[in-house]
């Protein structure tokens, strides 16, 4: 190949290049037991409670627990494009804003916010009759005030 077409080749792959770096994004692998909460600091090490957000620009950041986030989001106000938590029962990742949360002391939370995220509102009801409290879908949970642990 002659350096001409070789750079031929370069130019026109450019484009496939920047929209795959464009897409969607994804949630952040979390190393469990050695990445770090950017809210309070404590190391990630529950799978159920994790949450991470992408930023417009820069690197995901992670939480330990969905309370963090949403108290890492009220004081920072950074602005995401994406945000993601842990389906309690199957600690697959789901988008945010699709979940349904529970929120109930008997949930015990890493930082005790005892909040827990579910795939669907009737996996959240069945949870809520073992532990009692207050489903919320996405808007309500982060339009309300984040109250400090206990």
Not at 8 to 24: F, H, I, T, V
Not at 29 to 46: L, N, Q, T
Not at 88 to 93: K, V
Request: aromatic share 8%; glycine share 6%.
């Amino acid at each position: 190949m002659t350096r001409r077409s070789v750079l031929a080749l370069l130019l026109a792959s450019l484009p496939a290049l920047a929209c795959r770096q464009q897409g969607a994004p994804t949630p952040p692998p979390i190393r469990y037991g050695r990445d770090v909460c950017a809210e309070c600091g404590m190391i990630v090490s529950d799978p159920r409670f994790a949450a991470a957000a992408a930023p417009a620009t820069g690197d995901p950041v992670v939480f330990d627990d969905i309370g963090c986030l949403l108290r890492y989001r009220e004081k920072q106000q950074p602005q995401w494009v994406a945000v993601w938590v842990h389906d309690y029962e199957t600690e697959a990742w789901l988008e945010a804003q699709a979940a349904q949360y529970l929120v109930s002391p008997a949930i015990r939370s890493p930082m005790g916010y005892g909040i827990a995220a579910f795939s669907s509102p009737d996996a959240a009801r069945a949870r809520q009759t073992t532990l009692g409290g207050e489903l919320l879908d996405w808007n309500t949970l982060s339009a309300r005030p984040i109250e400090r642990p206990r």
